[in-house]
């Protein structure tokens, strides 16, 4: 037989050669199926060239030579115009509304997700009030109803614990003003030689 003349193979047992039998068995079906079939995805609808927007709407790249002209460095003519400067929001929106906010210290700042969140603020003049700010900044271009401030108050009552207070409408209007007040004014800065 010819197990029997190589000399290395000789006395195995049964059941060794049962093992490796199925061993090799399921090797070569491991084989066969990493290299078969093809292989299909399903995706959302979409034509190529075109980006699916979660609100529902429906926007196409422009192609190399498109409606917008040659793009280098992935940037669209209305984007190097409004200070976008890589990131995901307005940077003249963004550098102000710090600027604006800087004497309340920072919980949290997300400059591709335009968000702005404070942790909460006591004014020296008012030690039984404190102030808590959240600025949304909506979009690259630097528009009036590009920016969003949210503005919360709570006051001590008796007991020393703090309780939710009503805050003017008017005040959240008049931050989103100083906002794009001094976004003005960077770009306008950026604009002089």
């Given at each position: 037989?010819?197990?029997?003349?190589?000399?290395?193979?000789?006395?195995?047992?049964?059941?060794?050669?049962?093992?490796?039998?199925?061993?090799?068995?399921?090797a070569?079906?491991?084989?066969?199926?990493?290299?078969s079939?093809?292989?299909?995805?399903?995706?959302?609808?979409?034509?190529?060239?075109?980006?699916?927007?979660p609100?529902?709407?429906t926007?196409?790249d422009?192609?190399?030579?498109?409606?917008?002209?040659?793009?280098l460095?992935?940037?669209?003519?209305?984007?190097d115009?409004?200070?976008?400067?890589?990131?995901?929001?307005?940077?003249f929106?963004?550098?102000?509304?710090?600027?604006?906010i800087?004497?309340?210290?920072?919980?949290?700042?997300?400059?591709?997700g335009g968000?702005?969140?404070?942790?909460?603020?006591?004014?020296?003049?008012?030690?039984?009030?404190r102030?808590k700010?959240?600025?949304y900044?909506?979009?690259?271009?630097?528009?009036?109803?590009?920016i969003?401030?949210?503005?919360?108050?709570?006051?001590?009552?008796?007991?020393?614990?703090?309780?939710?207070?009503?805050?003017?409408?008017?005040?959240?209007?008049?931050?989103?003003?100083?906002?794009?007040?001094?976004?003005?004014?960077?770009?306008?800065?950026?604009a002089?030689?």
């Open positions: 037989m010819f197990i029997s003349s190589i000399p290395a193979l000789r006395g195995k047992s049964v059941l060794y050669w049962r093992f490796a039998a199925r061993a090799a068995v399921l070569v079906a491991i084989a066969a199926t990493g290299c079939g093809s292989t299909e995805y399903n995706y959302p609808d979409k034509k190529p060239g075109q980006k699916v927007d609100t529902g709407s926007k196409s422009t192609t190399l030579l498109g409606t917008d002209g040659l793009r460095f992935g940037k669209s003519p209305d984007q115009q409004a200070g976008s400067g890589g990131l995901g929001v307005n940077s929106l963004w550098r102000a509304s710090l600027d604006s800087s004497f309340m210290p920072l919980a949290s700042a997300d400059p591709f968000v702005i969140i404070t942790d909460w603020y006591t004014p020296p003049e008012t030690p039984s009030e102030f700010l959240n600025v900044i909506l979009g690259r271009q630097l528009r009036a109803d590009g969003k401030a949210a503005v919360f108050r709570q006051r001590r009552d008796a007991g020393g614990n703090w309780v939710d207070s009503a805050v003017e409408a008017k005040t959240a209007i008049d931050l989103e003003n100083a906002i794009l007040t001094r976004a003005r004014q960077l770009r306008i800065d950026t002089r030689p």
